[in-house]
């Protein structure tokens, strides 16, 4: 089999990381291409890296992020109530892996979406399933889920998310269908998989916003009792954009 033939077939075999890395080891001088083992272990590692990359933007479409936020541009100071170590040790991963939630606090503009977002951008790059949700998106949802018959399709699609961002959090007054759907998704999750929540109002007013005693106890005992808290502060961002 001449090498036109093996890039055919390696096309045919989708394996299109180890067709780019042949073809460009072929358009070098002959005694810079590698041979044997090496070979073999170049393409393979070409092969492995290209369908990394692919699954990762996979999971940053389907993910829908709000914001083109990465980590590496989250501000961290005193003044904003957030450290160095504390983003590192979101970073590493092991919230995720625990099943643990971060819930985000703070003044409207104090970046808490921005930062949410970032923390998604990374556990897609980590390789997770990652949905963000605009609370009121998913009140929306789950209203018209109930409606049409797909309630139960729409809780088996989020639970299949290693990670789920709701956002902006408390805004909207929550009916009784979305209280109990919202204990459902914490119940399905717990100790299992993580949920991000921003919120302006602080966690302490989270029990009133809910306005059932019997709910919020559930709700507020699930969602915190394996949670890392982030109260940020400072002035708006918006504001010294501007």
Request: net charge positive; hydrophobic share 40%; charged share 25%.
């Amino acid at each position: 089999m001449n090498t036109t033939q093996t890039l055919d077939q390696m096309q045919q075999l989708r394996l299109s990381g180890m067709h780019h890395a042949y073809r460009s080891q072929l358009e070098l001088p002959i005694d810079q291409q590698l041979d044997g083992h090496d070979m073999v272990a170049h393409l393979l590692q070409s092969e492995a890296l290209h369908r990394s990359n692919e699954k990762t933007a996979c999971y940053l479409k389907l993910a829908k992020l709000r914001l083109p936020a990465c980590i590496e541009q989250v501000e961290c100071s005193a003044a904003r109530n957030l450290t160095k170590q504390q983003l590192a040790s979101l970073i590493e991963g092991r919230y995720l892996r625990q099943g643990e939630n971060i819930l985000i606090t703070g003044a409207t503009g104090c970046g808490k979406s921005y930062l949410a977002c970032a923390l998604g951008h990374q556990a897609c790059l980590q390789g997770h399933k990652t949905i963000y949700l605009n609370m009121n998106r998913l009140i929306e949802k789950i209203t018209l889920a109930r409606l049409d018959g797909s309630y139960i399709k729409l809780l088996n699609q989020l639970e299949r998310q290693t990670l789920i961002i709701l956002d902006d959090f408390g805004l909207q007054p929550l009916t009784q269908d979305i209280r109990l759907t919202l204990l459902q998704l914490l119940e399905d999750r717990y100790g299992k998989k993580s949920i991000i929540v921003t919120s302006q109002l602080p966690v302490a007013q989270w029990y009133e916003f809910i306005n059932d005693p019997t709910l919020a106890d559930a709700i507020m005992d699930r969602m915190t009792a394996n949670a890392n808290r982030i109260e940020l502060k400072g002035e708006s961002l918006r504001k010294r954009k501007k």
